[in-house]
């Protein structure tokens, strides 16, 4: 049975229970994160708290615990669950309150953290690659905070799901930001290019990664604005998250993206990315590219 960690105390998932008045229910007011564990270790937490701690900041909640009780619940959630390969997901929300937008005063915030177990992807994907579509980016100026106030991206990502894809790929005034659940790299020209960190994107943990394995291996890559032009016209498109590592397009609007196929620089990539994954089953969470 799955043991989680609901305001101080590990519990089953099934004896987990909120009121209903919580802020996060009433208003999605609250941040999450989403840590992806490889032989019982955290994969990239110290990035994973720091950024925490920018959307905790973002959104005017106290940190509730110190980075070192953060690591200490994670650990133990990790080891009641069975170490070896989960996905770690923690949520924080202003807590509960009686219904006024104000911030309520004198309340602690809800900390609920669960663990599952990480599926591995499908085995196609390298064979096949995913489907995407473009749409425009209809959410707020905030999505550097990751937010649990997600329904954008549900109904961005459910568009794209109904179209038969497997990703939306959102276009702000012309340029690409991310995916509805994920951040996109281009291959133009060799060179591995990813929008640049702003108030319009999430900076994901897995894009700063495939940056580090990038330069790591001398494999040209730079930041800078992608159009959707540019996006169509892409050698190699991938899509990076948590849960998904790095994933190759290779249809977008219809269309092939280069040859159809996922691209030589993606194969390269994902054998950097499974070599590092490895290292950190062996060696443990902080280990460097
Ligand atoms: N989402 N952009 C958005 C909007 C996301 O929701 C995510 C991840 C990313 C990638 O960030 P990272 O590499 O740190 O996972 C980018 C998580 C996995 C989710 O909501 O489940």
């Not at 998904?244 to 280069?258: I, K």
Request: proline residues 6%; charged residues 20%.
């Amino acid at each position: 049975m799955t043991q989680v960690y609901l305001n101080g105390v590990f519990i089953p998932l099934e004896q987990a229970q909120i009121p209903v008045m919580d802020r996060g229910f009433i208003f999605g007011d609250g941040v999450y994160e989403v840590i992806p564990v490889y032989g019982g270790h955290l994969f990239r937490l110290e990035e994973h708290l720091e950024r925490l701690e920018r959307s905790l900041d973002g959104i005017r909640i106290s940190p509730p615990l110190s980075r070192a009780a953060w690591r200490d619940c994670f650990k133990e959630l990790v080891e009641r669950n069975g170490g070896g390969d989960q996905s770690v997901y923690l949520q924080i929300t202003r807590g509960v309150a009686s219904r006024d937008h104000a911030f309520p005063v004198g309340v602690a915030p809800t900390v609920f953290v669960t663990s599952s177990p990480l599926k591995p992807l499908p085995a196609d994907l390298a064979a096949s690659g995913v489907a995407a579509v473009t749409l425009e980016d209809i959410r707020w100026q905030y999505c550097h905070i990751k937010a649990i106030t997600l329904l954008s991206n549900i109904l961005l990502r459910q568009q794209a799901i109904d179209q038969g894809a497997a990703e939306a790929l959102l276009i702000r005034d012309g340029v690409v930001t991310e995916g509805a659940a994920s951040n996109v790299f281009v291959v133009r020209d060799g060179v591995v290019v990813t929008p640049p960190k702003g108030p319009y994107l999430l900076p994901g943990i897995t894009r700063d990664l495939v940056l580090e394995l990038a330069t790591a291996h001398g494999l040209p890559c730079r930041e800078a604005e992608i159009s959707q032009g540019d996006l169509h016209d892409a050698e190699e498109i991938w899509l990076t998250s948590s849960t998904r590592e790095v994933v190759p397009v290779t249809r977008l609007d219809g269309q092939a993206v280069g040859n159809g196929r996922p691209g030589s620089l993606w194969r390269r990539m994902i054998g950097w990315y499974q070599a590092y994954k490895q290292s950190v089953r062996e060696r443990g969470g902080a280990t460097p590219v």
